[in-house]
C-alpha cells in the first residue's frame, strides 16, 4: 500500500465520494487536465487530515490516500493537488433508474453527438473519454447512448442541427443544467416538484442578462406526449423529447445565457388554453425557434403558433 498526501486548493471536492480522480493541477474539470497531465490515478481516501469550513461545510482540505491505479504516469514527491472529477454542464438527478435510463435516450434523441450518461448523473460526449485507459472510461459509465436519426417522407434523412448545437452549448456552458423527475420531491424554493414540465432558474439570475447566467432545474415528464398542446395541422401533442427540448434547449438555455425573458405580450392568445395575455417574450421565442426546428428534427408536426 503507497501512501501520499494531497493538498487540496481547489473546494469543488465532492466528498460523498469513496474514490476521486486526482490531478497536479487544478487549471479546471478533471476530463480537461487529465489528457494534459503527467500524472493520471485513482485513489481511495484513507483518511481526511485538515478541513476548512466553506459556506457551513466542514471541507477536507487535505487527505491521506491509497493509490488504487496509476492510469498514466509515475508517482513523485510532488505534492498532488485534487480537481473536481464531476463537472459541470448537465447532470440527470433521480433515484429512479427508470427515469434516468428515459431521460438520458431522450436527450440522446436531440443530438447527433454520442453522449453517455456517468454513474454521478453528469451527461458528457462519449468521445470525451476517448483519451481514458477503457478500463477507466467504463467504471465512469452508466449508460452509453445510441445516435437515431430522423427521415422524412422520402426516405432522406433529417439533420438534426439546432437540436446538437443547442444540446452541446449546453453539455458545454459553465452552468450546470440539471433533470429532474416531475412530481418528485422538491423544487427550487422549497416548493413540491411540479407535476409537469417545468424549468425553473436558481434565484432570478436566469432573467437578468447582466448576471452572466444561471443554474437551470428542469422538471422533466418523461411519459408525456403533450396531449393539450395545439399543432398547426389541427392535431395535437408531440413525442415526450420535444418537451425536454422546450424546456432544455429552449428556457434552460436561455436561464444560463441569462436571457430569458418574461414580459408578457398582452395582445396573443395561447392556442393551448385560448387564454389571452398568458404568454410571455421567452415563450414566445422559444416556441417559435427551438419548438420549430426540434420538431421537425424529431418527426413531429410543427406547433401551432399565436399571431
Ligand atoms: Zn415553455
Redesign the pocket.
Known amino acids: 500500500m503507497r501512501h501520499i498526501v494531497i493538498l487540496l486548493t481547489v473546494f469543488m471536492l465532492t466528498i460523498s465520494q469513496k474514490t476521486i480522480a486526482c490531478d497536479c493541477n487544478s487549471e479546471g474539470e478533471f476530463l480537461k487536465v487529465a489528457p494534459k497531465s503527467d500524472f493520471v490515478s485513482l485513489i481511495k481516501v484513507t483518511k481526511y487530515l485538515t478541513f476548512k469550513d466553506i459556506e457551513g461545510k466542514q471541507t477536507p482540505m487535505s487527505m491521506e490516500v491509497e493509490i488504487i491505479d496509476i492510469y498514466k504516469g509515475k508517482k513523485t514527491n510532488k505534492p498532488i493537488i485534487a480537481v473536481d472529477p464531476d463537472g459541470k454542464k448537465i447532470v440527470i438527478v433521480s433515484t429512479n433508474p427508470e427515469f434516468r435510463a428515459k431521460a438520458f435516450a431522450d436527450l440522446q434523441k436531440l443530438t447527433s453527438t454520442q453522449l453517455v450518461l456517468l454513474k454521478n448523473g453528469q451527461v458528457i460526449e462519449a468521445h470525451k473519454l476517448a483519451n481514458f485507459p477503457k478500463a477507466y472510461s467504463e467504471s465512469k459509465i452508466e449508460l452509453t447512448g445510441e445516435v437515431t436519426k430522423t427521415f422524412d417522407n422520402n426516405g432522406k434523412e433529417i439533420p438534426k442541427s439546432t437540436g446538437t448545437e443547442n444540446t452541446l452549448q449546453v453539455i458545454q456552458d459553465e452552468n450546470t443544467a440539471t433533470i429532474r423527475e416531475v412530481g418528485v420531491g422538491l423544487g427550487l424554493g422549497g416548493k413540491p416538484a411540479p407535476t409537469k414540465n417545468e424549468t425553473q432558474a436558481n434565484g432570478n439570475k436566469g432573467f437578468d442578462p447582466k448576471s452572466g447566467g444561471g443554474d437551470p432545474t428542469i422538471f422533466y415528464d418523461s411519459n408525456s406526449c403533450g396531449d393539450q398542446i395545439a399543432n398547426e395541422d389541427g392535431t395535437y401533442g408531440r413525442s415526450p423529447q420535444s418537451g425536454l427540448n422546450?424546456e432544455l434547449n429552449?428556457?434552460g438555455l436561455a436561464i444560463i445565457k441569462g436571457e430569458d425573458n418574461m414580459q408578457i405580450i398582452p395582445t396573443l392568445k395561447d392556442p393551448d388554453t385560448g387564454t389571452k395575455g398568458s404568454l410571455d417574450n421567452g415563450?414566445m421565442k422559444?416556441r417559435t425557434t427551438i419548438d420549430q426546428k426540434g420538431r421537425v428534427e424529431q418527426g413531429d408536426s410543427k406547433r401551432d403558433i399565436p399571431k
Open positions: 422546450h429552449g428556457h415563450e422559444v
